[in-house]
């Protein structure tokens, strides 16, 4: 299943770019996601790319009875993103995965912060395949699990601007 999502912010790249990989701005998106814990590492290296990885558990509400049985009452999801460095104008791109261990569902693709069709605003694309390997379910769960990327992302958005304006 394709998966496409696009969120703006208040903000040119850079300051984008820091407020994604900010230690405090992670966690405060883990907890108003409904995360049980979380562990949040942020990786720079010297050549100006950075490695953000965020664990964390979920109650597994939602889920289809059948699917509930994998999972338990809680779903660990371990999300990578490797920021490249940043171009001329500030913009990136990145790669990202979603991984639910123990589960045959998996999320890749890219991500790109770019500006936005309006003075001071960044464009944030997520993009990518959603991939769940369970016969007879995987329709279902690519279904449920895509519907819930989105809720996020529309979460995260709301996140983001009252960061960003707080700072």
Same mark, same amino acid.
Do not use: N
């Given at each position: 299943?394709?998966?496409?999502?696009?969120? $703006?912010?208040?903000? #040119?790249? &850079?300051?984008?770019?820091?407020?994604?990989?900010?230690?405090?701005?992670?966690?405060?998106?883990?907890?108003? $996601?409904?995360?049980?814990?979380?562990?949040?590492?942020?990786?720079?290296?010297?050549?100006?790319?950075?490695?953000?990885?965020?664990?964390?558990?979920?109650?597994?509400?939602?889920?289809?009875?059948?699917?509930?049985?994998?999972?338990?009452?809680?779903?660990?999801?371990?999300?990578?993103?490797?920021?490249?460095?940043? #171009?001329?104008?500030?913009?990136?791109?990145?790669?990202? $995965?979603?991984? =639910?261990?123990?589960?045959?569902?998996?999320?890749?693709?890219?991500?790109?912060?770019?500006?936005?069709?309006?003075?001071?605003?960044?464009?944030? =694309?997520?993009?990518?395949?959603?991939?769940?390997?369970?016969?007879?379910? $995987?329709?279902?769960?690519?279904?449920?699990?895509?519907?819930?990327?989105?809720?996020?992302?529309?979460?995260?958005?709301?996140?983001? &601007?009252?960061?960003?304006?707080?700072?």
């Amino acid at each position: 299943m394709k998966i496409s999502e696009t969120i $703006s912010h208040p903000a #040119d790249p &850079q300051r984008t770019f820091e407020m994604l990989t900010d230690h405090a701005y992670q966690v405060l998106r883990c907890e108003r $996601s409904g995360a049980l814990d979380q562990t949040v590492l942020i990786e720079p290296d010297s050549e100006g790319s950075t490695t953000v990885t965020v664990r964390r558990h979920l109650p597994s509400d939602g889920i289809p009875d059948i699917a509930k049985s994998l999972v338990g009452p809680q779903l660990l999801v371990v999300e990578t993103v490797r920021w490249g460095s940043p #171009d001329a104008d500030g913009e990136r791109e990145g790669a990202m $995965s979603l991984e =639910l261990p123990g589960l045959p569902v998996s999320f890749t693709g890219g991500v790109h912060l770019r500006r936005g069709a309006e003075p001071g605003v960044t464009d944030h =694309l997520v993009d990518g395949d959603l991939e769940a390997r369970i016969p007879f379910l $995987s329709r279902r769960i690519e279904e449920l699990v895509g519907g819930q990327l989105r809720e996020i992302v529309q979460l995260e958005e709301g996140i983001a &601007q009252e960061w960003l304006a707080q700072r």
